[in-house]
């Protein structure tokens, strides 16, 4: 069996250890042509351009290339080489709903992951500085940054973003933590931002490379803003039947997925409506990065992404050479190790190879009960500790590993992967060997009875065990049928069901169902986006802990942000171990000293272990991508994770499609 685990190697950033695994096929980023400079020995010259964009200077539409790039572009040594200019990516998509495939191959930021996930290197930000111990945070933007529209770049659009849109109730009213933290950020100058914390904040420069701390188009987006414009003039924008309020409509302004008008620093931008059967992003010809030749990125014209249904869709189009590159559906969110066999026998005639990419999964797929269930007896069952601890006893995980994952993966507990800084080797074992007499008798030991076949358990008031699975995608079908099988041998009957992404994500804001399925990532490096493991942490709740979100918020407000709340939350109350984790998790934000965050993460994982609040299956699994022969520049091997933003840690810029 291929333990891939051993392939996670540690760096160190900041206060703490990340994940990096080496690579020689893998983008170099220079900081300005005169870093290049220094490093190599060679000069650019001169800044060259697509022939489509040539075309649209020689006609008069746009400035000449010069005037488009900053005064100190980005510079990018390719994966292979120098690329070519022109052609269409070809990829698959699911539609509006599958809106982070589209944002994960787009996004820019302050800095980005090196070629090795380990440290920070240059972005839009050209260098920065860390003071006072971690309380203050300057960066320095390249002066001349364009917006896709040609309008300035500067460090007044992130003071915007800040203030004006995070900082808005009406339009972020949950607010992420390094906001409720407390922070000041000022435009010292146009390309000079700083970001000032009530108190040392050493996790900031974690979330730069995975937030949106690039800003927003103030020049564009203040015209929807009624701190900026007047409302009657708002009003008259509004959609009678789709805008109710101003938020609606500045929201619907600030979609980059819908509102093509938006201005844009990504290296393509959309041109097309998504609910088109075709939506196509086309290069931005403002685009502030160069190669090493001084090739404007990026090479590729336009993206297109075909919208398809469905996994098997997906899959039968890959194997027939109709994707010319992808990760997403095909290694990404779970799906992977189990594609990999067909993936590889079917390359030759498909005309594509394939890609051993890694998961940075601490599960595949898991599973969360909902412990805020609006059934009373039912959510006495689902946060009786015993009961989780018997649904994880009852999984066989070495038999899905080997029918499923082809032996690819690991058989383990949703937890840290073994190349994080902080795994915690009981968890990624607790109630993790295939025991379904030990769980059994966990659940004698609830007072769970067997009905009169000995089929099924029935719940404290009489009625049988039963609840839903609630899943998106054909994979966590697959892995939650062979559970279903098992789960049976304990009394505990479960159905699937499958929803499409949109819906799946409204029953879990609803808290509309038992429980939810989803993969375990952000398991190496749990700080840069934590909220899987700490409630309250960011914006955005975890299934597992969705249902207590009032609640988490209620405590934040009044115990960390020293606010009374105005209301108290309805629906039951979590654990005190609950706030506990938040607690630990502000704790950690808050210090300097790698020693000391170790020891609370040390007590986070173990208060996870204990609790089991997470039920999973494998992990650390095998996650190819695919590209066509002559689509090039793809890095053969690396480490894929939501906090890498892959496919954006393999640098999509400066692919390319080698022509005849």
Known sequence: MLVVRRLFVLLSLVFMVVLALAANDTWVFYATPEEYYKATG????????????????????LPPVEQRLPEEPLVVQP????????????????????????????????AFWDKEGGKLVPGLAKSWEVLENGRVYIFHLRKGVKWSDGAPYTAHDIVFWVNDIVGN????????????????????????????FSKPYGLFLLKVPYGGFTGAPAHYLKQFHPKYTPMEEIEKKMVEGVHNTWVDLFNDKNDFLENTELPTLSPWKPITDPTEQFYILERNPYFWAVDIEGNQLP?????????????????????????????????????????????????????????KWIAANGSASRISLNYAH???????????????????????????????????????QASLVSGSPYFDPEWEKAYAEYDPDRANKLLDEMGLKWDDKHEYRLLPDGRPLRFTITVTGQFHVDVWTMVKEYWKQIGVWVEIENLERSLFYERADAGDFDAM??????????LSSPMVIFPGSENIAD???????????????????????????????????????????????????????????????????????????????LS?????????????????????????????????????
């Not at 060679?42 to 539409?61: A, C, D, N, Q």
């Open 543 to 621: 299934f597992w802990y969705i249902g207590w979100s009032g609640w988490i918020s209620y405590y934040i407000d009044k115990n960390i942000r020293g606010v009374e709340p105005e209301e108290v939350p309805e629906g039951p109350e979590p654990p005190e171990v609950v706030y506990r984790l938040v607690d630990l998790y502000y704790q950690i934000a808050s210090t300097p000293d790698p020693d000391k965050i170790k020891e609370l993460m040390a007590e986070a994982t173990k208060i996870h272990r204990e609790n089991l609040w997470m039920i999973g299956t494998v992990g650390e699994d």
């Open 517 to 526: 399925v989803w993969n375990m990532d952000r398991a190496a490096q749990p």
């Open 42 to 61: 060679k000069k650019i010259t001169e800044y060259h351009e697509s022939p489509m964009l040539t075309k649209l200077v020689e006609e008069g539409k």
């Open 169 to 196: 109730d009406d339009i972020t009213p949950s607010k992420p933590d390094w906001y409720n933290i407390g922070v000041k950020v000022e435009a010292l100058d146009d390309y000079t931002v700083k970001f000032e």
């Open 374 to 412: 609006s059934d009373e007896v039912l959510r006495k069952v689902f946060n009786d500790v015993r009961f989780r601890q018997a649904l994880s006893l009852a999984i066989n995980r070495e038999e899905i590993n080997e029918i499923l994952f082809n032996g690819l993966a690991e058989p383990r």
């Open 299 to 355: 090479y590729i014209d336009y993206v297109r992404h075909e919208y398809v249904k469905n996994d098997e869709v997906i899959l039968l189009k890959a194997i027939s050479g109709e994707i010319d590159m992808q990760w997403r559906h095909i290694g990404g969110l779970g799906a992977g190790a189990g594609n990999f066999t067909l993936l590889m026998e079917n390359s030759q005639s498909g005309g594509y190879r394939v890609l």
């Open 79 to 110: 994966v292979e080489k120098v690329g070519q200019f022109g052609g269409t990516w070809r990829r698959v998509w699911k539609g509006p709903s599958d809106r982070w495939g589209i944002s994960k191959l787009i996004e820019v930021k302050l």
């Open 624 to 660: 190819p991508a695919i590209a066509k022969n002559n689509f090039r520049n793809v890095p053969e091997f690396l480490v894929t994770d939501d906090v890498l933003r892959t496919p954006l840690n393999a640098m999509p810029m400066q692919f390319f499609i080698e022509q005849k």
